[in-house]
């Protein structure tokens, strides 16, 4: 989801029998349930794959800023701009959390920062989706928030300590995201004129598709995901999350009266859950290799701030080394 | 090449209202002490989190090793004696 393009080796899951004393050793404690911290023992590969799933997660965070930034200065009220205003702040929030997490397994901020820029290291599907009307802010906040807490929720669990407590965090915080954005849409589709009604359906209708892809590629599609569950920094399926989402999403949008663009949407009572279409996934892959509508302009937004800012950091930087000199000479 | 002009790590610490200590709650990069307390207030108390923020520099904390689990902390497992539970009280001598 927001780490949905996460390779691993590749390679097949190990037997406890067949992994090296220490490695065992570290499996073991997985399975009792106990938290990995940055210091103690853990395999190489355990290593890069959360750098590069927490750096997903936290590159998504920042860029996931832009599609909403895009909006804060015309919402219609001062109120809504508040709002927005302090859900975009946890969003940068978020993403600073993610990043010092990644930071205790070695790697450095610039260094992701850097891997972002060069398109090393990928940010979630979603953001390069363009924000087209006020609508879009209820539609980003219902769908896009709602299928985030839906992977983050089991992701508290995780076996990594410091991804586990950013988690935490973040969850705590992610429930006024999705609220506030239902609560625009309640305003438009429920409560609001005919064409407020229109760019409700709309929005909808643009964003449903892309937010079933948040959850990566179907399990079948998916076959790297098996090493990433015995290391529990991963905790569903895909499929089994995305299933989870339709299924609560359906009704919120029967409440406002909306129809899920999707024919074959409809009740199962076999399997208690809805059928539903799988999103187009040539689309996906196209996004996610950098094709999508909006991703040349993310990327740029994301380097221009990286450059423009150079100098404020040096400057600080140097500022503080010289007040920290004179403190110095003055005993 | 740009490692070596990031900004320190600091470690931030809030107590919170309830008069309980001063917690870890994560870490951010600044410039010098205040600087990371400016940072802190905005990155970890948007919601009233604390009344109250220590930062000290990552580099400064000293730490025991994981390989020192044993030592360190299994002389205290096998004394269940330290625990009020380890000692019968009847209860006629009322609640203790
Ligand atoms: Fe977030
Ligand atoms: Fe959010």
């Known amino acids: 989801m927001y780490a949905q393009q996460v390779k691993s080796t590749g390679k097949k899951v190990v037997s406890l029998e067949e992994m090296s004393p220490a490695d065992r050793d570290f499996q073991e404690r997985i399975n009792r349930g106990e938290k990995i911290e940055p210091k103690d023992y853990m395999p190489a590969a355990y290593r890069t794959n959360l750098i590069r799933q927490i750096g997903q997660h936290a590159h998504s965070e920042i860029v996931g800023q832009l599609p909403e930034g895009n909006w804060i200065t015309r919402a219609p009220t001062l109120e809504r701009k508040a709002n927005l205003l302090a859900k975009v702040q946890d969003e940068a929030g978020h993403g600073l959390y993610l990043y010092c997490a990644a930071e205790t397994l070695g790697v450095t901020r610039d260094e992701m920062f850097e891997m972002l820029h060069e398109g090393k290291m990928k940010y979630s599907s979603i953001f390069n989706y363009p924000t087209l009307t006020w609508a879009d802010m209820g539609a980003v906040g219902w769908l896009v928030d709602g299928a985030a807490i839906m992977n983050q929720v089991p992701l508290q669990r995780t076996s990594y300590g410091p991804y586990a407590r950013a988690m935490v965090r973040i969850c705590k915080e992610e429930s006024f995201h999705q609220r506030q954005g239902y609560h625009i849409m309640i305003k438009m589709a429920k409560e609001g004129t005919e064409d407020q009604k229109r760019m409700a359906q709309d929005a909808l209708n643009r964003f449903w598709y892309p937010a079933l892809m948040m959850f990566g590629p179907s399990d079948n599609d998916s076959v790297h995901s098996a090493q990433s569950m015995a290391w529990k920094i991963k905790m569903n399926t895909n499929d089994e999350l995305r299933q989870k989402f339709v299924d609560e999403t359906v009704p919120q949008a029967a409440y406002l009266g909306l129809t899920i663009p999707d024919e074959n949407l409809q009740w199962n009572a076999e399997t208690e859950q809805y059928d539903y279409s799988e999103p187009d996934w040539n689309e996906f892959h196209d996004v996610i290799s950098g094709n999508g509508p909006c991703n040349t302009e993310r990327l740029g937004a994301r380097r221009k701030a990286w450059d423009d800012g150079a100098w404020v950091r040096e400057a600080m930087m140097a500022h503080a080394e010289k007040k920290a000199q004179r403190k110095a000479a003055l005993g | ?96």
């Open chain 2, 1 to 96: 090449m740009s490692n070596s002009k990031e900004w320190p790590l600091w470690e931030v610490f809030i107590r919170g209202q309830h008069g309980m200590s001063h917690r870890h709650v994560g870490s951010l990069h600044a410039t010098d002490a205040e600087h990371a307390i400016k940072n802190a207030r905005d990155v970890y108390t948007r919601r009233n989190e604390g009344v109250s923020i220590w930062v000290v520099q990552a580099k400064d904390i000293a730490a025991s090793s994981p390989s020192d689990k044993g030592p360190l902390f299994e002389p205290a497992s096998d004394k269940i004696y330290r625990h009020p539970t380890f000692y019968d009280i009847p209860d006629e001598a009322g609640n203790m």
